[in-house]
């Protein structure tokens, strides 16, 4: 398995990023929170995760550690896939997660497009006795700030990436668009952009 990716970052899309290493180009799918810190050109080490399908191989890339850990840990969940997986990545971070988790908080887990109340109850019950406590890790709003106005496509990205709509995400991002200031923290964006369709 591959356990990281380190090279130059050659290209960075709404969904993933293209790190050269070793004059080969690898795609790793990544959450509009990771894709934030990321800048092309520029060196970048991605903590990574492979999924084998029969059909297909997928490098999912990841800010830190603790967030692949969290990608893989919520997979043994029944009925959670790689898709759901990383929208719970991008939607939560770890510390989060872990919290929802440890307090039987499903309203903060159906945030997450594609789970539903019985699926976050599920979650809650198989993954209780492995989460961990939280560990004082970055939470939704310590990620890295990004350029004015980039932000709209990243956060927009990230929507129609997760499953709602162009329509949807438009709306959403426009509703989120007065809390950016300055410098815009697209994790939180795209956080605060989710709550806004949950309520919807």
Known sequence: MIAFVSGKVAEVSLSSAVLEVGGVGLELMCTPGTLATLRQGQPATLPTSMVVREDSLTLFGFVDDD??????LVQTASGVGPKVAQAITAVLSPDDLRRAIAGDDVKTLTRVPGIGQKGAQRIILE?????????????????TPAPEEAWRDQVHGGLVGLGWSTKEADKAVDAVAPDAGPTPDVGA????????LSKA
């Open 67 to 72: 967030e692949k850990t969290m990608f893989e």
């Open 189 to 196: 964006l795209l956080r605060a952009a989710l709550r806004t």
């Open 127 to 143: 993954l209780k006795d492995r989460i961990g406590a939280p560990t004082g890790g970055r939470t939704a709003a310590a990620a």
